[in-house]
Nanobody, 125 residues
Framework: QVQLVDAGGGLVQAGGSLRLSCAASGRTFSPYYMGWFRQAPGKEREFVAAITWSGDNTYYVQSVRGRFTVSRDSAKNTLYLQMNSLKPEDTAVYYC??????????????????WGQGTQVTVSS
C-alpha cells in the first residue's frame, strides 16, 4: 500500500510564496503521474498540476501557469509544488495524488489511485 503525506501549507499574504511537498512511502513506488489538486470551500476539487514520474512532462491548469512549478525527486520519492505570486483565489486545501497508469487523464481526479491527506493554503489579501 502506498501512503502520501502532504506538507508545507500555511498562511501567506498575496504575492508571497509557499512550497508544498508530498512524501510517498510503502511498496515499490513507480507511478505514471503525480499530481496536485485543490479544493476550496463550496467548490469541487480541481486539477492544479501534474508531472510524469520520469520528469519528462509537466502540466498546469491555466490559472497557475507561470506562477506554480511542479517537480519531483524520484530518489526521495517526493513531489513538490512551488507556488509563487500567490493570490487570494489560490486559497484551498491542496492534495497530492499518484496515478499508476498513463498516459491519459492526468487532469482527472477520479483516475488517481492514492491521495495525501491535504494541506491548507490560505492567501490573505
Amino acid at each position: 500500500q502506498v501512503q502520501l503525506v502532504d506538507a508545507g501549507g500555511g498562511l501567506v499574504q498575496a504575492g508571497g510564496s509557499l512550497r508544498l511537498s508530498c512524501a510517498a512511502s510503502g511498496r515499490t513506488f513507480s507511478p505514471y503521474y503525480m499530481g496536485w489538486f485543490r479544493q476550496a470551500p463550496g467548490k469541487e476539487r480541481e486539477f492544479v498540476a501534474a508531472i510524469t514520474w520520469s520528469g519528462d512532462n509537466t502540466y498546469y491548469v491555466q490559472s497557475v501557469r507561470g506562477r506554480f512549478t511542479v517537480s519531483r525527486d524520484s530518489a526521495k520519492n517526493t513531489l513538490y509544488l512551488q507556488m509563487n505570486s500567490l493570490k487570494p483565489e489560490d486559497t484551498a486545501v491542496y492534495y497530492c495524488a499518484a496515478k499508476q497508469r498513463g498516459p491519459a487523464y492526468y487532469y482527472s481526479s477520479i483516475f488517481y489511485d492514492y491521495w495525501g491527506q491535504g494541506t491548507q493554503v490560505t492567501v490573505s489579501s
